[in-house]
Structure formats: C-alpha cells, structure tokens
C-alpha cells in the first residue's frame, strides 16, 4: 500500500475486508509548540449582598489589558472574603461567557442578577497565560490554541465550524477523504446524496478538524482514517466549510469545538422552562454515588416539571445557564431555590449524554446556542430613574457673560470610529456624578479630535450628561453609532466656569470662538465704554432707587434659596426615615419568615416520623453493611450515612 498518493487520492470509508486497512503508524509526534499543556482552571465564586448594598470591588477594561478586571476590592466586603484578588479576569457572569463581551453589558449583567451571582475567575497570572498561549477560554474543555484578540469587546465573524454525529449504515457512512500532496488537511468528498453523512450536514470540501473530539490538523490521511474505523459504528466530527476555514485561518485562529454549533446533532439536551406550583416544581433530585451527576427523578403528574418536558433519569447540567456538573447535591438544591418562582433547567437523556461525551463536547453549547451568547438581562431589582435624554433647548448665556479665555473655554470635539474604535477610556467614580476621558490613544480618533487625558464630559450628542451615570453615558456613547460628537472641557477649565456660574453648553463656544480676534473684542470693550458714558448721567439719578431695588431683589433671592434648601433638606429626611422604616419592615418580615419556614420543618420532620412509626417495621443494618440506602428528604433533611439523597423540589 502507497503511503504517498497522488495529486487526488481518494479513501473510500464503507465496508472493508477483514483484516485489511491503513497500518497503524504509531503515536502522532507534534511540534513542539503545538504540544498540549495544562490548562487553567477557573475558580467558581458565588457572591451575595443585602438589597442596596454593592458586592464590593470595582469592575474595569483598562488600556494594555485584556479581560475584564477585578479592581479596588472593598476590605471586608464579599468580594473579599469570597477570594477574590485584584487583578482577577471574570470569564463567565452565572454560566455565560463575558470575555468577549463589552464592558457595559457585563456590568448590566451583574445588576441583573440581583442580590446573588456567580462569577467564573481566573488569577491575572493564569489568563495572560491562556491568552498567550492560545487557550480557548470559552471552550468548557480548553485545549490550546492560536487565538486572534478580541478587538473593543467584538468577538468577530459569525462563521461557525459545525459538529456532525454519524451513525454507520449497512453501506457505510457515505463519503470519502481526500488530500492533497503537499498541503495539509483532509477534506470530505463524495457525499452520497440522502446518505448518512449527507444527512448528518456533511458537506463536500469540508476539512476534518476534529475526530471524537481529538484535534487532526496534524495527522496524516491513514491516521485519521484509522480513527474513524476504531471508533466503531458511529463517529463525531467537527468540521469547518470552505469560507469558513479561510476565515478563521487568515485571522490564524485555531478551531475547536467551543466555537462550533450543535444545530447539526441528532439528538439535544432540553430546557426546561418552569414556573413553581403550590406544591413546588413537583420532582426529586437525586445524589447517588452510584450514578454520574445529578439526576431528576420522580416527577408528579401534572406538575410544572412534567409539564416543561422533564423526565425521569434526566441528568441535570445546568441551572439558568450555569454549569452544576462541579457543584455538590446541596449546592444545586439552593441554587435553584435562589431562582424564586421560576428557572430554567438544562437536562440531558443519557442517549444524548453519550453522544456529547464522545465529542468531549459540554451540552452548555446548546444553551448558548439556542438562548444566545447574550443572555435576556433581567433589570436590576432597584433600579435608579433615568430621565428622558430629550434633545435640551440651549440655554444662552447671560448679558453680563464675558468671553472666557482660551484656556478656559470648552471643546466640540467630533469623532468617526475607526477599526480601532473612537480610542479612549470614559472613565467615572462610584457615588460621583460626572465622567473624564482617560487613555486617549495617540494619532486615534479622540487625539485627532482633540480630546485629551482628564477632559470632562459635559454633553454626548448634544444631551447634557453631567449628572448622568457612568453606564447610561457609555450607552449613549454605543448607540451613537460610528460618529460621535462630545462636548468637553479640561479640568481647570470646567472648575473655572463652574466658579463664575457661567452655562457650560456649546452655544458658549459661540461666545468663545476661537476665531474671535482680539480687535473684535476690542471694539466691543470701546462701544460698550460709549454706552456707558452716555448713560452715566441719567444712571446717576436712579443709583439711590437701583440700589434698593437690587438689595431688596437679592435679598428676596437668599430668602428663595434658603427655602428651597430647607425642602431639599426636609426631604432627605424623609426619604431616609422612609428607607429605614422599609429596612425594619423587611427585617421583621424576613424573621418572620424564617420562624415559619422552622415551624413548617419542624412539622415536616413529626410528619415523616409519625409516617415511619406506622411503616413496617423492617430489621436495621448497621452501616458497615452494603445494604441500599434510598431516602427522600424534605428541604431541611440532615446529613447521614446514606449514600444517596433526595431533595423535594
């Protein structure tokens, strides 16, 4: 048998001779730099706060650094003594994978979750490791890889590589490989129409990069056609079309099952969507060391479980997104009672887990397939009023305004994104109104523009945003599309007009033009002058009257000032006095509420031993002894000997 072929050499894949086949080659010997390595492990945090609190740290993009980072942690806070250092790269957001994602839609993200979250994290050491080496972060299964960066958050082309799952047919699986004498790569060529690869997506031209989830990019045409007869009577590929393939290695991005859809498998996981009942979700959730993961069992009829699809034996592997496969039985018990009244829960058949693991493939690619990489945000619980960015009318300056210096005046700066964005940081203070520009990257379209490190925002688009939040200004800084007009002054600049009370507005730049000649402003002094002069005689003999007038006037405005203020103080009072009244009342409900629930267990536990008092009575084993244990346990069930546990959901 040639080991050399021709120019176009097909392999035929159907039935074969016994004992007839490519001999085996030995083990595959890759270059060194495509040697596997370990690969980082993210650590799980789940974090908690009381309502109106914040989870304690800062979460910021910086300039030369990727990822999204943890800075600024509270001491104490739950960010703190949950484990988290500063420095740390968040990469999934309760199971969704926030890496390629804007800085804004992670922070809405956060806020969406309310008073809990779930943070995947990876050290600062381990991600600029990862992302250095080529390790696909989004994979659940990481293998290294050569990655292209992520530009300004955007992850890039929708070209997707496509898993396709064959099932071997009398006649065999229906095409042939093909390889091309010095090149590399082997493709997939005579589709047989309606025949089980043709069926399963495969395509003409396709190139094998995956074969059982093992990468082939490095394997010869026996090797790989060794692989596909050892795997028996089915096969799993990942395989990427032409335009695809193209795509992905100009960009010189390694491939992998992470970035693949799952449209093409026969068979799927299935989400439950469930809203509670009066007498829960009606299923078991059951511990066995016996059985891998956690399973669904005993489900009520006509319960909401039933009702969503759920069936018994299923095997849960995620709860709203979140992968439970590395959680204990009583972590996933309250991490779906902490989704309320409702939650989503992922679950596979065991026909459908099998075909997955032969892949190594995480049935979360179905999740983010069919719900989105984006996630539907659920607000926050209390959210701040936003008022309405309605065009505002210009506010002209007074009369006595003079025109304020060059040093002093602001800037209408216009900006049209290029590839590499607008190229600058907007940057604010939590608790503080009003955001600055940072990291203004040099000969980008904020420097071109004339925008600089400290300048304040005073406008986007013309809507004034002083008293804005930093997220609502980011927004509105996305949705302006790809040109951008900010009206901003330096910071010695703002504090001046400030301190003269002066409007800050771009119709003030009409004042201050930088066109302006000194000789206009020097006419305008000597007419002014004129004027003066020619009024000087008749102001004279209403100076006594003007004055009292004006005293009288101003001092009916301190009486106005000191009046509102006193309003503005009462209400804050009020406002507090409120929040601390809401404060107790929700303090005294939830004590309330946890009496009940020990009342509602205590009655539990006398329900189940007057039930156990009347059951047979069978012989005990002591626990040494290898007799079955199956206990279904109510929410408060204890720890015991028993192998296995059940919880009522």
Known sequence: MH???????????????????????????????DREMAVPKPKVINLSKREGQSFGFFLRMEQGEEGHLIRNLEMGGPAELAGMKDGDRILRVNGTFVDVLDHSQVVDMVKGSGTTVTFHILDQASYKQAKATGIDLSDPHPRPAQTAPIMNGVAGSTLKPKLCFLVKARNGYGFSLKSTRGERGVYMTDVTPA???????????????????????????????????????????????????????????????????????????????????????????RADPNIEGHIIKDIDSGSPAERAGLKDMDRLMAVNGEDVNNMDHNQVVDRIRQCGDSCSLLVIDNETDKMYKMGELSPLLYWDEMRGSLPQLTPPASPEPVPPAAEPSPTPPPASARPIAEDYKPKLCKLEKTAAGFGFHLNGIQGVAGQYIKEVVKGGAADMAGLEDDDIVIEVGGVNVEDRGHEEVVEMIRKSGSSLVLLVAGRRAYDRIKAKKVPVAAPLLAEASLDTPAATQEE??????????EQEESESEKEAEDGDEEK???????????????????????????????????????????????????????????????????????????????????????ESDCPSEDERL
């Open 552 to 638: 009288e006037a101003e001092q009916k405005e301190v009486e106005q000032e000191e009046v509102e203020q006193k309003e503005v103080e009462q209400e804050e009072v009020e406002q507090k006095e409120a929040e601390q009244k809401e404060a107790e009342q929700k303090e005294v409900e939830q004590k309330e509420a946890e009496q009940g629930e020990v009342k509602q267990k205590e009655v539990e536990q006398k329900e189940a031993e007057q039930k156990e008092s009347t059951e047979e009575v069978r012989p005990t084993t002591p626990p040494s002894q290898s007799e079955p244990c199956d206990r279904k346990a109510s929410v408060s069930s204890s």
């Open 3 to 33: 080991l050399i072929r021709s120019q176009a050499h097909p392999q035929r894949l159907g039935p074969c001779a016994p004992g007839r086949g490519i001999p085996f080659l030995g083990p595959i010997t890759q270059p060194q730099g």
């Open 195 to 285: 025949g089980v690869a043709d069926k399963a997506g495969v395509k003409a031209k396709d190139r094998i990069v995956e074969v059982n989830g093992e990468n082939v990019d490095n394997t010869t045409h026996e090797q790989i056609v060794e692989k596909v007869k050892a795997s028996g009577g089915s096969v799993m590929f990942l395989l990427a079309d032409e335009e695809t393939d193209n795509h992905y290695r100009n960009k010189k991005v390694r491939l992998g099952a992470g970035m693949a859809t799952v449209k093409y498998l026969p068979h799927k996981p299935r989400i439950a969507d469930m809203t509670k009942g009066s007498d829960g979700y009606g299923f078991f959730l």
């Open 524 to 533: 305008v002094k000597e007419e002014e002058e004129a004027q003066n002069e």
